[in-house]
């Protein structure tokens, strides 16, 4: 079975150069998701921080927001 390619919407901070000691960097996807558990942290309360739900629920907010970039663009 093939798994499901994850549009993570390329890097955040692309490199303007690439050295011997570069790396891509952090995805878009992975930069949405912090910003958006930030968010649902101070909405929830530190009580919910340790929850992988919320996590999950990070990581959908980022896909929809890559989703809506995309139907921008």
């Known amino acids: 079975m093939a798994s ?3 549009e993570d919407g390329g ?19 992975d930069w949405f998701a912090g910003n958006a558990l930030v968010g649902i942290i101070s909405a929830e ?7 992988p739900l919320a996590a999950l629920r ?6 929809a927001m890559i989703a809506a970039r995309k139907a921008t663009t």
């Open 58 to 63: 990070a990581f959908e907010l980022a896909d």
């Open 45 to 51: 309360g530190e009580e919910r921080t340790g929850s």
């Open 11 to 29: 890097a955040a901070f692309p490199l303007l150069e690439d050295g011997p000691h570069s790396s891509g960097g952090m995805s878009l996807r």
């Open 4 to 6: 499901k390619q994850i």
